[in-house]
């Protein structure tokens, strides 16, 4: 059955794909196909796959080097349900007791800190290139997972903003949104990402257009006052997550979605933490840098004590 990618509602960055079994593992020409499908489409959406542990972190192996810092540097000192590190555990689920966690849960608060627009690992010198996504327990309601489209947010700009923005840099802070929402983080924690710059304008390699690198981790913009650099991500992201650039993908057991950190930012949306909801994530690590490594005190006057 030959491989087939649909557009979702006409949508130009996602589609489903058909005729590919991602518990076996994919030759090359299926592995170059769905490559080729994630640059022109960005979001991949396939159903009825049920992956154990082992096949999701093996489909991610065949995309490219997996990550495990995330889970060892940080994610671990929360809980520890899966035996690799290159599983990221999306869950409102108690390990100690297999329950849904209290609220005050600090894996429940994550679903929270999760509902602000991101691209995954945006604040390290080596971001992701791919994430994969899969539900094994979905909401009855709501928890969705919102994809925006980058290249098209970029597209729509207005001139001005295109010229305001092209060689400006972006300072991005792993616990930025945390921070404004009152969770409180060890000092020890809050420095283990320290903040990274990118351009705010970067070229997608695949597909070889441009777009708009922001999102909500953000904290500065290069030549402005924190106060306008703040402002104007703000902006910038308001203009990402319009409903024209957007596309909600409301979950069911077994689906996997598979997403390109360069092309898109994505946000879950609210649910009933009382309602179990579990998702497993791997990534995978991109060969593309940060320009450089900013100061800790940049995110003032959150971090003074961790500086």
């Known amino acids: 059955m030959p491989i087939t990618f649909t557009p979702i509602r006409n949508e130009t960055f996602v ?40 096949e999701l972190v093996a489909l991610g192996a065949q995309l490219g080097p997996l990550d495990v810092g995330l889970q ?20 409102n689920v108690d390990a100690a007791s ?18 602000f627009w991101h691209s995954d690992s945006s604040y390290d010198r080596h971001p992701y290139r791919y994430s994969i996504l899969t539900a094994t327990t979905a909401a009855s309601k709501g928890g969705a997972t919102e994809y925006a489209d980058l290249r ?23 616990h930025f949104t945390r921070q404004w929402l009152g969770i409180e983080d060890r000092p020890e ?6 903040p990274v710059r990118w351009p705010l304008v970067r070229t997608h390699p695949g597909s070889g257009r441009k777009l708009l690198w922001c ?17 104007l991500a703000h902006e910038l992201i308001e203009h990402i997550g319009q409903r024209e650039h957007v596309y909600s993908h409301y979950w069911k057991p077994n689906d996997v979605v598979l997403y390109d950190n360069r092309s898109v930012l994505h946000r879950g949306r609210r649910f009933d933490m009382r309602e ?9 690590v991109d060969d593309s840098t940060a320009l450089s490594q900013a100061r800790l005190d940049v995110v003032a006057p959150f971090a003074r004590d961790a500086a």
């Open 98 to 115: 297999g329950d849904v966690a209290d609220q005050a849960h600090k894996q429940a608060i994550m679903n929270v800190g999760n509902r």
């Open 215 to 231: 999102d909500s981790k953000v904290c500065e913009i290069s030549g402005m006052s924190i106060p306008e650099g703040r402002a």
């Open 189 to 194: 924690d809050l420095r283990v990402f320290p």
């Open 276 to 284: 179990r909801r579990e998702m497993r994530r791997v990534a995978t």
């Open 72 to 91: 060892e540097k940080l994610m671990k000192k929360v809980q520890d349900r899966y035996t690799s590190a290159a599983i990221s555990d999306i869950s």
């Open 15 to 54: 589609a489903s794909v058909d005729g590919v079994d991602l518990r076996k593992p994919l030759d090359a020409e299926t592995l170059a196909t769905v490559i080729e499908g994630s640059d022109r489409y960005a979001v991949l959406v396939f159903h009825d796959q049920p992956l154990n542990n082992e």
């Open 152 to 174: 098209s947010a970029y597209d729509t700009l207005d001139d001005d903003t295109k010229a305001l923005i092209a060689d400006r840099t972006a300072t991005f802070y792993s």
